[in-house]
């Protein structure tokens, strides 16, 4: 897998009505890892994944993307009117993409025999299944993710997790996640970004959780989640043993 630089951050300021938002931000984002991002409200979160989006541009300092660069996006939340007759397959083809690739995208996230259901009639994790496939659609080489787990069980975020980790090697591209999700996010990622207007700390999950930074922001009950297993797992969050077939009837241990 590649890992090369795919947006680079240089000492990047933005402020709004004079009120400094990010301050001095260097950091590179990389193809074939999984960057988190996490901070206590107002930290800057949103207005960070804005400007390496391109939405709005830096007071100072550059963003350098790479030549290449191309972005899939997935919100927070959406919404939609429940009285609008669209199925996910057409919700998907909103995209302009043909109905090749929406069934395409449907299928690597696990839900392609819900590509005419209505929308709106998704569960939680059904519904972030279906804008993750969005945001795959044209085969991204860096994903952003902002709370991709949002309004999902305990059980479901565990197999989301497992299935971007998965996304992240099949596309070979870059993922920065957004994320609240303290306990179960720092089993999901290479390296996670502290940021509360500037960034505190950086780099492995374990050696974030111990920075005091971190520690005078979070505490220090967060603990590592550790997944526990002699076994691995589908694209789709299913069990499959040593050899890679369907364990029928058994679960996962979570410690």
């Known amino acids: 897998m590649n890992k090369r630089p795919l947006i680079t951050l240089d000492k990047v300021n933005k402020a709004f009505a004079e009120r400094p938002i990010l301050q001095n931000i260097s950091m590179q984002l990389m193809q074939g890892e999984i960057t988190t991002l996490i901070g206590p409200n107002g930290a800057g979160k949103s207005t960070l994944v804005r400007l390496i989006l391109g939405l709005i541009r830096p007071d100072s300092g550059s963003i350098t993307p790479a030549a290449d660069l191309k972005v899939g996006y997935m919100p927070q939340k959406i919404s939609i009117d429940p009285s609008l007759p669209i199925s996910t397959g057409r919700f998907l083809q909103l995209a302009n993409t043909s109905h090749k690739a929406c069934h395409e995208a449907l299928e690597m996230v696990g839900i392609s025999h819900l590509a005419a259901s209505p929308i709106q009639m998704l569960s939680g994790g059904e519904l972030q299944r279906a804008l993750l496939a969005r945001a795959i659609l044209r085969k991204p080489n860096f994903l952003v993710l902002d709370e991709p787990v949002q309004g999902v069980d305990v059980t479901g975020q ?30 999901a990622t290479d390296q996670v970004i502290c940021l509360n207007q500037h960034i505190c700390c950086q780099g492995h999950p374990e050696q974030v959780t ?8 979070f505490g220090q009950t967060t603990a590592i989640y550790a997944h526990q297993h002699d076994h691995q797992h589908s694209i789709h969050g299913e069990v499959l043993d040593k050899q890679g077939k369907h364990q029928h009837g058994e679960g996962c241990s979570h410690d």
Do not use: T
Request: with cysteine; glycine share 6%; charged share 15%.
């Open 158 to 187: 565990n197999a989301l997790y497992e299935m971007i980790g998965e996304l992240s090697k099949s596309l070979n591209c870059g993922i920065l996640m957004v994320s609240h999700d303290l306990h179960l996010v720092m089993s």
């Open 210 to 217: 111990q920075d005091q930074a971190y520690i005078d922001i």
